[in-house]
């Protein structure tokens, strides 16, 4: 999908029909036709529109026959049965001297609140001002994700406190994986904006350097979070395990505890059960005793069982 927008002469970004100088072009899974007319329109290098959409590559920046990429690792967030998951995506940024385009797999709330007037100050003409936008926005979005999973983290730790169930654990680890690929994809944009913040363009105007400051304070604040999110989950994760072995332990006693317990009654029927002159041999109530016997030491030995386990 191919949408163009272009800020107007009353300062409001619209949306038009064709590719002009000053334009900002979104492509969201494009096809080849689609990125050859992007290409071919713009003069922007093929396979710098074509590195976004390889779910492997890392954030990274390259400069070439002045042309710009910027390849940002974006959070995004997939609802299935009323469960939220956390992953990335790469967002490729490229742009020349006329255009700008910006081409991500799968529609997002980062692009989706410029064209929809969320941002103020966004023109499509001033570039490197868009590329801190975007920078800013994507740590907003990784800051608020960090927020709603440290949300759900202490929801599983309220359930875990009342009973261990598998699905608080699968749900646990789904978190703790969320957060990896947070902190992997923050150090690797905060490698990729150091090397840009050393670049002319991203400097170009005054006001740029207070929000050049504030994306790399929130990407830092980003990484901080992530790092101390994964310490409590890593916390809760090693406590699980130890209550875990711990109930292995219990419920192991305990059966072994039952076995000794029912092999009471079986010892005392192969007793009486063989084929030699045994006691009470030619008791007429015999076999009523012997049973009457077997329930009253079964029984204490059952009571001096658990008053022990009790102490």
């Given amino acids: 999908m191919i949408n163009i927008f272009k800020t107007g002469p009353d300062d409001i970004v619209h949306a038009i029909d064709k590719i002009e100088k000053g334009c900002w072009i979104n492509l969201i899974d494009p096809d080849s036709d689609e990125i050859d007319l992007v290409s071919k329109n713009t003069g922007l290098d093929r396979d710098f529109l074509k ?35 956390y992953s990335t995506i790469p967002l ?29 100050t966004f023109y499509t003409y001033k570039k490197s001002r868009f590329i ?22 202490k929801n599983i730790e309220k359930r875990l406190h009342k009973s261990l169930k598998n699905q608080d654990l699968s749900d646990i680890m789904e978190l703790e994986k969320s957060l990896v690929h947070f902190s992997i994809s923050l150090k690797a944009n905060q490698i990729t904006l150091e090397r840009m913040a050393k670049l002319e363009i991203m400097h170009k105007y005054p006001e740029d350097e207070d929000l050049l ?28 395990q130890l209550i875990i072995s711990n109930n292995q332990n219990i ?61």
């Avoid at 800013?136 to 440290?150: A, N, V």
Wanted: negative net charge; contains cysteine.
């Fill in 213 to 240: 400051e504030d994306v790399i304070i929130e990407n830092r604040q980003a990484i901080e979070m992530t790092n101390i999110y994964r310490n409590i989950l890593t916390s809760i994760i090693n406590t699980m």
């Fill in 92 to 120: 490729g940024i490229i742009l020349n001297d006329d255009y700008i385009v910006t081409i991500v797999l799968k529609e997002n709330n980062i692009i989706g609140d410029f064209y929809e007037q969320k941002i103020k």
């Fill in 51 to 85: 590195a976004a959409l390889d779910k492997e590559e890392s954030s990274r920046f390259e400069v070439e026959s002045g042309q710009m990429l910027v390849l940002l690792d974006v959070p995004i967030m997939d609802i299935i049965n009323t469960t939220s998951f």
């Fill in 251 to 311: 419920l192991i006693k305990r059966l072994i505890s039952l076995i000794g317990i029912l092999s009471i009654p079986v010892i005392i029927g192969i007793f009486f059960g063989m084929n030699v002159p045994v006691p009470w041999g030619h008791f007429s109530f015999a076999f009523i005793s012997i049973i009457c016997i077997t329930i009253i030491i079964f029984i204490m030995v059952l009571i001096i069982i658990l008053k022990w386990k009790k102490d």
């Fill in 132 to 153: 801190l936008q975007i920078l800013l926005r994507i740590d907003k979005y990784y800051l608020s994700f960090l927020k709603q999973i440290d949300k759900a983290n």
